[in-house]
Each structure stands twice: as structure tokens, then as C-alpha cells.
DNA sequence: GACTGTGAATGCCTTCACAGCA
DNA sequence: TGCTGTGAAGGCATTCACAGTC
């Protein structure tokens, strides 16, 4: 999609499945495959009409659709959300910035005005919020939860520091800023080690150097490892950090 | 690992492969399987220990080091990201906090002074930095990132609405904040999409309505869908928001 | 001639199921 | 007896390759 329209941002009245496969980083066939799922929007001989395939594509992913949000916990991060530019293009509306704190309320952030958690139920249901957001500290989190859910709110976005317990029929996406660090100073690990191992001729154990346990056998590549074993590992060797995103734990 | 130190924490000695699968959300042999790649760090008939699985599991993701990070772009969500106290706990010091402004340089935020852009090559060469953090304005991000880079940074964090090009062998992880949002309501029209369809009975097309294109044929659960593609289509249908999250786009 | 749409082939990841060990 | 470690089976996504269409 994002590639579709940066495409539609240039004009470009069609393209081919071979053209937004490299632009998008794919595979062409499983572009083409994925589509035909979707329904047979291109012309053979020709290619896709990028406009219409902006808004089919649209229209399956729900961004044909206004979703209202509301942001709870106006904090740094919670106005940095209020002020990020991407929601309002791809959809979505913030329709309000709640906070528990007395002191903010009527602060305007972000062009709006900060309300008071009291209102949140108001809020909630006068806009028909089902997508809520919830910035606040780690301790409130559950209980903002509670009170979106019961007000009607059945998708969360979770910055919290905390693992929400709700329902079933609710979605929570928890999004953890460390992780994406972390995955970073995996491969930068990696990097590492590789160049060790490169320094130090292609002779012994690679990378990530074996397990200290004296009792444990090494790890990988040892004479023992299996065909599948090695293929694994390699197959965590390769590429870079792209993909591999954890998924979320359950409640 | 999040299961994992959640146990330690708990001061559980140890866990079984059951046990964790379940607390985690996986399957118990998958679980097992991947623990075999790295190496037999538990005991037939008791378990893992749990310490010694934090510890080797640690150091094999790499948060057994001490990552030094730079913030350039102190605006709120640098400012959000310099208080973020996740970091500091998973092994990420922040090593300095960067921004253009004059205005800003010399104000503390999260304890820490902010330094001006010109000290950037400095700052990352003397702290032997070599994951930075972008979360300046989009027009910014390019050529800050080259300057990291130069300086030798090969690692980006980027959370500007741009795709950063760089050269091969640094890695780019975008965090794209609204991204989350549209997942989540992609999944919030499916549920109404479905109560629809349960509402009218269980008769016609199901969920998400059928393509209005008049030519083409309609999509999914047709009489001709065939059962590889109706295998696919469900599987788009089938649990929460969980996972999928697009991968990296490629610059 | 060019490119889509898709059956068939492929390969990988996941899961099963059980031998092996504490 | 209980649970790990892992070969083998299974299932599913990806890719190939080409018939079909413009």
C-alpha cells in the first residue's frame, strides 16, 4: 500500500506486477497471487491501474472508513501521538486527548483541548469510539482499559509498559519501543561477531561464539547438527533486521 | 524471554516446556525445537532451569552487552523516548540527546542535557555509539542519518515518516506509528463486517462485502474459489491482531 | 508482445510422536 | 514417571511456469 502510493503521489497511471513487486520488495508472483485474492483488478498485457488498485486495496484494509480515536495520558508521548501528522492521512481522526490530571485539562495540545478523564465515557460514546489509545503510565493503563472497554471501545493501542487483560472480542496491539531496539542490537551483534570470525580466518565456530556451559554441547554447526538444525540456523543468519516482529502475548 | 522474565522475576525455579509455551502464547514443541538451535539447556524429566535459560537466551539475543544509543530530535517524542524507562532496563543506555535547535541546547530532558547538532560526530565517536535513534521532522531524517552513518553509526531507529536510503550493511528498522492504528482497524471492520453478516443470516457473502467492480468476478467464497484460495482466504479471516506486521520496506 | 491469473511444484516451518535420559 | 530433544510427517505459504487475455 505504501508503496502503491507513493506510486499514485507521482502520478504514475499503471504499473506491472514486476514494477511494484521490486518497489514494494517482494516477490512478483505472490503479488500477483495476493491480488487474485482480492479480486482480478489488473489488464493482462498491461498491468494494474494504480488508482483503482489505491482504492480497492483501501477499501479491504478499512482506510475507505473515518475511525475517531481517542488518546488517553497526554504525557510526552501521548502529545507526540496527538501531533504526529501520519493518523490524520491515513484516517484517522483524533477526536479527543484525555488525561487524569486536573492541571491539563483545557490545555490545548496539538490545536485541541486536553479534557478530563470524567468525560471519557461522554467522549466515547457521543463520537462512537471504537479505537482507543492508551499512553499513559504503566499503572493506569488496566484501569483506562476497563473504563474504554465499558464504554464501548473494542481496539486498544498500547503504549503502556504493561500487559492489558480485557475480554475476549477485544484487540489490543502493544507496541514496546525497546523491542525494535533490541532486534536492532541483535543483528548489530551479529555484525559483529561475523566480523570477528572473518578477522579470525573462516576456520572455527561461526558467529555468535558457543554456549560457556562446559556440560551443554555447543550449539550450532557442530559435527552432529542435522540438515534441518543447520538450515534454521542459517536461516536466522540471513537477511537483515527487516520482518521477524514479535507478536503479542497473550493476556 | 518477556514469558521467561516475568518466571525470574516470580523467583520460579524452574519451567517446563508446557508451561512456558502456554505462558507465552506458542507451541510446546516448537518451543523445544528452538531451544535445540541454540544448544540443551534443559533436563529430561524436570525442565529448564529458568536462570540459566534468562541468561543464555540473554546472551544469545544480545542484551548481555551495554548498547550506548543516541536520540537526535528532541521534540516530544524525543523527549517520550528519552523518559521511556524501558530502555535503560534492557541493556540501552542513552548516551546523549542531539537536537538542532540552539534553543534547546543545554536544557535537561530525562536528567540529561540536550547537545546541539554540531557535536553529533563528536558525541558518537568518543562513546563508541553505534545505534542511533531518528526522531527528528521528516525533512530532517536523510541527512541526519547520513551524518550518523558517516560518523559511524550502522544501526537507525527511524521514526520519521520517511524511508531512510542507506548504504548496505547498516540496518533501518521504521517505526511507523500509524501503521498499528490501521491494523487494528482493519480488524475493527471485520468484526462489523461479520455482525452484519450474522445479523442477516448466514446466507449471502460473507464479512467484508464483495467487490463493486461490475466486471470483475466477485473475490473470495465464490463458487470457482478454489481450495488452496478459499484455505487463504480464511486464513486472512482467522485470529486477532496478533503478528503480521508488515516488514521493512526496502530503500 | 506483454503481463495477468492460477494450477502445480517446491520448500520451509510447524507439529506430531516417541526414543532417550534424569 | 516426567519431560526433553529430535527424526519424520504434515500443512501452508511461496514460487514456478505457463495458459489465457488484452
Known amino acids: ?17 514486476e514494477e511494484l513487486a521490486a518497489a514494494a520488495g517482494v516477490n512478483s508472483a505472490k503479488l500477483r497471487k495476493d491480488f487474485s485474492y482480492l479480486g482480478s483488478y489488473g489488464t493482462r498485457g498491461v498491468g494494474y ?27 510526552n508521548l501521548g502529545a507526540a501521538l496527538a501531533n504526529y501528522g501520519g493518523f490524520a492521512s ?54 483506562v482499559s476497563e473504563r474504554l472497554i465499558a464504554a464501548g471501545v473494542t481496539s486498544i493501542l498500547n503504549f503502556a509498559p504493561t500487559v492489558l487483560s480485557v475480554p475476549d472480542g ?22 559483529a561477531g561475523e566480523e570477528a570470525a572473518a578477522a579470525a580466518g573462516s576456520a572455527g ?6 554456549a560457556e556451559s562446559p556440560a551443554a554441547p555447543a550449539a550450532s554447526a557442530t559435527a552432529t547438527a542435522t540438515a534441518t538444525a543447520a538450515a534454521a540456523a542459517s536461516g536466522v543468519r ?11 502475548m497473550p493476556a
Open 205 to 210: 565456530e561461526p558467529g555468535t561464539g558457543a
Open 170 to 191: 477485544v484487540d489490543v496491539r502493544k507496541v514496546d519501543l525497546s523491542i525494535e531496539l533490541q532486534i536492532l542490537a541483535f543483528h548489530e551483534q551479529r555484525k
Open 90 to 143: 491515513r484516517g484517522f481522526r483524533v477526536a479527543a486527548l484525555i488525561d487524569a490530571d486536573p492541571a491539563m485539562a483545557g490545555k490545548p495540545v496539538a490545536g485541541m483541548p486536553v479534557q478530563h478523564t470524567d468525560e471519557l465515557e461522554k467522549i466515547i460514546e457521543e463520537n462512537g469510539v471504537s479505537i482507543g489509545v492508551i499512553a499513559t503510565p504503566a499503572g493506569a493503563a488496566q484501569q
Open 238 to 248: 540471513k537477511g537483515g533486521p527487516e520482518g521477524d516482529v514479535p507478536a503479542v
Open 1 to 17: 500500500m505504501r508503496a502503491l502510493t507513493a506510486l499514485s503521489e507521482r502520478s504514475v497511471p499503471t504499473v506491472s506486477s
Open 49 to 75: 491501474d494504480v488508482e483503482y488498485l489505491v482504492y480497492q486495496i483501501s477499501r479491504e484494509l478499512g482506510l475507505t472508513q473515518d475511525w475517531p480515536v481517542v488518546i488517553v495520558g497526554i504525557g
